[in-house]
């Protein structure tokens, strides 16, 4: 304690019960007052310095991580927009920008689809909007002792700047906005770097000073990943006409490039080189790099003229004339001559290379010898023949017209500048566009032009215009004229009176009959921010309107529904009716069912193994059971297209209407009577098989429901007490056996489906025998004849008469009828049996 200093303590103590407040607390006004108190120490506020500082480096980061913490709470959400974008937005654009960009990005890069993201993604448009990038560069170039984190957070920022268009697209994807895009991000980006080395600049001239390595690490490093035209397309054009008559600008840029890294220089150098026009420009912006860096020296004197033939003739005139303007940079451009002419005159590099390459190295020549003075010809003459004679030997002796003529034009500008006139070499060939370009080399290049295309960039490009200054003006404009038109019409009214012009008895009314009260909160636009409002929120409508939306918002959105079915589903299973919502029951049964209809085989096996859980209420399990039935029937209607687009159910059906006897009775008189024959219509056809989506998941919906029916729990007995329940439960494996009629599946689900009902068939409950009952004509339907017979060939005795005997005396009609129905469906599988040979035994 004695360590720590007065304003680490105030901040500490000040802060953190704040924090508490914002991650814990569900009053929006509470929280206001929180985030009013630390805003305090954002910039602007009335903070000491002390205090600022002291907040900046142990609890900014911690704030903005609780901040997005609460992208799903309540009091984000019920915030107005103007207070939002204080409260919240204003902890990112007025903070250290280092630790608010790693925070943004941390949270698009993990924050899955919704408002939240949405959010993010905006915020952080804003901060590049608001010129944040900027300030973290400068803010690094007053950093001239290296903090102890500034080593991790440096290379952690700089991978964050350098590739934010490819992190944020890896996350949004086609919805990536246009300021993330590389062509706007990068141009922006060289501006914000132009920025920071204008105040370097104004920081030297007032004494202070400044460093360049994040600034030349970040250069490089996008460079490196490909962005150099973009961010130099922008930088070299401006440096080259800053440097042209400042000398501390020439001195800021050569710093600039010094600070580059070794790995990185090449790419920038290429870059820079590029866009710069003329030697001079390159020469004023890069400085004698080229003799201090020995990796800057082998891409210009080797890389970029040997190993490379890929650039224009620009770039060979402007690296040559770089080498050749200073006096100290000479000895390179012989160096580089001696090189070219090694290669030129090479017998093996002329058979071996391409045209191409074997052109541009003609250029490099012929440029490196026009820029040469009649003294260091004399010096290099013995090269110069030895190239001249070993070259054009090697070329007049190939087959390739191209490749004599070549010879033949170099040659001849190497012999005109050696020898004197009456001992030059003369060759005749056919002039072509490449031996005018090889001649035009050779022509005396003029420093007055090399910097014509930068003396047309205005010196106002150097800080570019605020977006918002546009927006501004045209809303000035539009806000302005108003009160123009209402003078200009006010005049010839000059002899009214001030009560006259303030009367609104001639103003009409606005009709405001069609007004509708404006909610407080809006739906939920994404799977995700639905899921989280029913799990947590206590906003009463905002858990109505997500629980509305929410079999529109799966069934529209099948990929990420699919992602979060299981935990979807977990939470409406165990979702109560808190608020009395209007029908509650049906619209969490529709988004259930939607969710086992999209994603059938997680969803369906979650539920029926919760079936059987323990802690389960017996509304729960009967609802279970209701979303197996509506999600089999839905999937076994039959595939009338290729789109597997899912459709809603007409209507959920509630425990308390129970139709389901009445309304599987009509489909099984349906089923009977297209089964038996009449003599005067002739054999009925078998009902034909169309493909469905139930057939292939049918065992997972059945099977699991006959697992531990016969295990009594503490809170849920089966075969005792809970008759409802297994009436329920016969009735919905009777209709999942009726859906699987023609499925491969439906012989061992006919088998199972027998063996559970027949150990209960003399239940007390008329419930539960009325569904034995009409499980019993599911399988008689449902099952092949021939299987059918087969599995009830020892108990068709017993079978028969158990079914007249309920038939006959049972107390409840439905029984009596379902019995009779079973009886005539199990005559007519019997004569189909008997009357087929082929499937007598």
Not at 529 to 545: G, I, K, Q, T
Not at 617 to 632: P, T, Y
Request: proline share 4%.
């Amino acid at each position: 304690m004695d360590r720590c200093s007065g304003a680490e303590v105030e901040v500490r103590q000040a802060v953190a019960p704040c924090l508490r407040i914002v991650s814990s607390s569900r009053d929006s006004a509470e929280v206001t007052e929180a985030l009013r108190t630390i805003i305090r120490y954002l910039e602007d506020g009335n903070a000491s310095a002390s205090e600022k500082a002291e907040f900046n480096r142990a609890h900014y980061t911690r704030v903005l991580q609780v901040l997005v913490s609460s992208l799903s709470s309540d009091w984000f959400h019920s915030l107005p927009d103007q207070d939002r974008r204080e409260l919240w937005d204003g902890f990112f654009l007025r903070g250290p920008p280092d630790q608010a960009l790693l925070v943004l990005l941390d949270t698009i890069s993990s924050t899955s689809d919704g408002s939240g993201l949405d959010w993010s993604v905006s915020v952080l448009e804003n901060f590049l909007s608001a010129g944040r990038v900027g300030v973290l560069l400068w803010s690094r170039c007053l950093e001239t002792n290296g903090r102890p984190d500034s080593v991790q957070l440096r290379e952690t920022i700089l991978t964050r700047l350098s590739a934010l268009p490819d992190l944020t697209a890896n996350r949004l994807r086609t919805h990536t906005p246009a300021r993330f895009l590389p062509q706007q991000y990068y141009t922006h980006l060289a501006r914000d770097v132009l920025d920071t080395l204008q105040n370097t600049c104004r920081a030297l001239r007032a004494g202070q000073d400044c460093s360049l390595g994040f600034v030349a690490q970040l250069l490089g490093k996008v460079c490196m990943q490909g962005h150099g035209e973009l961010v130099c397309g922008t930088l070299a054009p401006r440096l080259s006409s800053l440097t042209r008559s400042d000398a501390l600008w020439q001195r800021v840029s050569c710093k600039l490039l010094e600070n580059v890294p070794d790995r990185w220089i090449e790419s920038v150098i290429a870059a820079l080189i590029n866009h710069l026009h003329g030697a001079s420009a390159l020469s004023r912006v890069m400085g004698n790099l080229v003799l201090k860096n020995k990796k800057v020296q082998f891409v210009l004197t080797q890389k970029l003229l040997l190993l490379q033939y890929q650039h224009p003739t620009r770039l060979l005139r402007t690296v040559l004339g770089y080498l050749a303007l200073d006096h100290d940079r000479r000895p390179l451009l012989k160096q580089v001559l001696r090189s070219v002419c090694q290669v030129w005159s090479n017998s093996s590099a002329v058979r071996h290379t391409s045209l191409d390459q074997q052109l541009y190295v003609s250029k490099a020549l012929l440029l490196c010898v026009n820029l040469l003075n009649q003294t260091e010809i004399q010096e290099l003459r013995e090269e110069l023949l030895q190239c001249m004679l070993g070259g054009v030997q090697c070329r007049l002796d190939s087959s390739t017209e191209r490749v004599r003529r070549m010879g033949m034009v170099v040659g001849q500008c190497l012999s005109q500048k050696m020898d004197t006139p009456t001992s030059q070499l003369k060759f005749q060939y056919e002039a072509n566009e490449e031996s005018r370009e090889l001649l035009s080399l050779m022509e005396p290049q003029s420093e007055d032009d090399d910097d014509a295309d930068d003396e047309q960039q205005p010196d106002d490009t150097l800080r570019p215009q605020p977006e918002s200054s546009g927006q501004s003006a045209e809303g000035q404009s539009m806000t302005s004229q108003p009160p123009a038109a209402n003078h200009t019409s006010a005049k010839p009214s000059g002899h009214s009176s001030d009560s006259e012009l303030d009367s609104d008895d001639e103003l009409t009314p606005y009709d405001m009959s069609a007004d509708q009260v404006k909610q407080k909160v809006t739906p939920p636009r994404y799977v995700r921010d639905c899921l989280e409002a029913l799990m947590s929120s206590d906003d009463p409508e905002r858990v109505e309107l997500s629980l509305q939306t929410a079999e529109e918002l799966l069934r529209r959105n099948v990929s990420t529904a699919r992602e979060v079915s299981v935990q979807f589903g977990k939470v409406l299973l165990h979702l109560e009716d808190r608020y009395s919502t209007a029908g509650f029951h049906t619209l969490r049964q529709n988004a259930m069912v939607a969710l086992a209809v999209i994603h059938t085989r997680p969803v369906v096996e979650y539920l029926t193994t919760e079936f059987y859980s323990l802690n389960y209420s017996l509304r729960q399990r009967l609802d279970i059971l209701e979303v197996l039935a509506l999600a089999a029937q839905e999937l076994s209607e039959p595939i009338t297209d290729k789109k597997a687009v899912s459709r809603p159910v007409a209507m959920a059906m509630t425990l308390e209407q129970c139709g389901e006897v009445e309304h599987w009775r009509q489909v099984v008189e349906k089923r009977i009577q297209s089964k038996t024959r009449r003599i005067s219509k002739g054999a009925s056809q078998p009902p034909k098989a169309t493909p469905n989506r139930y057939a292939p998941v049918a065992g997972h919906f059945f099977f699991p429901l006959l697992r531990n029916y016969d295990r009594p729990q503490v809170t849920f007995d089966l075969l005792g007490s809970d008759h409802l329940v297994l009436g329920r439960l016969v009735h919905t494996l009777g209709l999942l056996m009726h859906l699987a009629v023609n499925a491969p599946v439906a012989t061992q689900m006919g088998k199972a489906l027998l063996d559970f009902v027949w150990a209960i068939r003399f239940h007390a409950d008329e419930m539960v025998r009325r569904g034995v009952l009409f499980a019993v004509c599911a399988v008689f339907l449902s099952m092949p004849s021939e299987n059918l017979l087969l599995e009830l060939s020892d108990d068709l005795v017993e079978t028969r008469a158990w079914l007249a005997d309920v038939a006959e005396s049972d107390p409840d009609a439905d029984c009596r009828s379902l019995a009779v129905q079973s009886l005539v469906l199990l005559e007519k599988n019997l004569k189909t049996h008997l009357q087929n040979p082929s499937l007598q035994t």
